[in-house]
């Protein structure tokens, strides 16, 4: 082999002999999150790395380097109507699920190939698992004794950032799950700090020590605690931008890795391609993602869209199934491929449920939307997108008719909206490197050094008192009441000898 060739080969950015055996374990996912998953996986293995993942949904199709093994679990968040979940609060619908969760957790642990897994003699550089909600196989980070890495399709939730020693100051951020902005007032500060704090303790009480109850007797009793896994953590990966969330201080082990999964190269199909061509006045694309199904509207809601669009001079094209009676310039399927949707030049206005993946897919293609938010995180999604002049909120319990055609006419005919959403898509995109070859970067170089401790934050090594200075600032209370009696007693002392030395003059 010629010299110039071998420098061309070690010049590559990964070699074969520096190729990772990576382990993902994704059993608790919704599919729409999964796409963000497989994007990276798909990734690593693409640059060479040994990917095995444990997961509901595997590859259509086969890629090198890249073995699914499939977990039968439950399906959670799957088909979801709107009445179950409309106007339950967020302990609500977290309570409501929770048995749903744990029940994930332990098919999971229950599943044969994750037992064949749990007794295998394998070894892997690095774990990559689903940290968003139950923690069910973090334990096998610490079974491989491998470096462990989260991720999450939402945005940060509330009990991530303890575990990294991330700052959650809730006087500028907003609990991942309120609907509150970054500029709060007093009660909107104190609304999101009792509620962040209660999300917190609702989540060890209710999550983690079942969860930790359920490691112990898959693992053994010998174990970590759940806690010591959860603060193990090498790199978290988080669906999130700071152009379009809430700008936050981040130690390096925190990394925004939003819009991963939004690939631009994907083709649609000739009926869709032609039908959004042909539609010269523009589109109305909606959509209430994979979880929410758009045909569990009550009769009333839908007939105030279907009426409203009936009006509209614009091709509309709607992801919903099993409804009939649609007006002639309505398109319907059971499922569309969003992506190459959105990036059409002739869609003019994404009506969505507000949902982080679908949010940040139309910022990308700078598509203004009408947000209806359900649930989850998507209040928030909405609220920002509505003080970036990108969207308009439409409540639930708002829609009529009337309503309906208010949102569509403001967003269709003020061209801020438009000017904003493609202003916001160039921030969104700027950035040194990709999204996905961000979480690439940043999963090698866990990989490279071995976990990279040197990352850690002390802050993971302090009491939570230490962390939130109180002992300081009890020290710091009590020399100065020490000092106000030193003070105080020393000028009673001076007036004693002053009022006695008068005395004594007088005499």
Known sequence: MKCSHILIIC???????????????????????????????KGLAARGHQM???????????????????????AFLQDVSIEQIRG?????????????????????????????LMNSNKTYDVVITYLGGPDCLIGFAHRFKAPLIGVTASTCPPWIPYRIGNPDNTAYIPNSLSSFRDQMNFWERLVNTMYHWGMKIWYHIEVNMLIEETLKKHFGKDYPSLDELQR????????????????????????????????????????????????????????????IRSETFTETKLRAFIDAFSQLPESVLWKIGNISGFPTNVKTAAWLPQLEILKHPNVRVFITHGGNLGTQEAIYFGVPMIGIPIMADQPLNVKYCVSRGVAVQLDYDSITTENVLKALNKVLHDASYRTNAKRLSQLFRDRPQS????????????????????????????????????????????????????????FKIMLKLVTGNVSHTAY
């Open 435 to 490: 999204a996905l070859d961000t979480a690439i970067y940043w999963t090698e170089y866990v990989i490279r050094h071995r976990g990279a401790p040197h990352l850690r934050s002390a802050a993971l090594d302090l009491t939570w008192y230490q962390y939130l200075l109180l002992d300081v600032i009890l020290l710091i209370i009590a020399l100065i009441i020490a000092l106000g009696f030193i003070i105080i007693y020393s």
């Open 88 to 116: 339950k609060g967020v302990f609500q619908i977290l309570t409501h699920y929770k048995h749903n969760m744990l029940d994930t957790c332990r098919a999971a642990l229950n599943n044969q190939n994750i037992l064949n």
């Open 52 to 74: 095995e993942v444990y997961g509901q949904y595997p590859l259509e199709k086969p890629l090198p380097n890249y073995t699914d093994v499939v977990i039968a679990a439950p």
């Open 11 to 41: 010049a590559l950015p990964i070699c074969i002999s520096e190729a990772a055996r990576i382990l993902a374990l994704m059993n608790f996912s919704a599919r729409s999150h999964y796409v963000m998953y497989q994007t990276l996986f």
């Open 232 to 291: 193990s953590i090498s790199l978290m990966l988080v669906n999130s931008h700071f152009s379009v969330n809430t700008p936050r201080p981040a130690v390096p082990t925190f990394v925004e890795v939003g819009g991963l999964h939004i690939k631009s190269g994907g083709k649609l199909p000739e009926d869709l391609q032609r039908y959004l061509d042909d539609a010269k006045g523009g589109v109305v694309y909606f959509s209430m993602g994979s979880i």
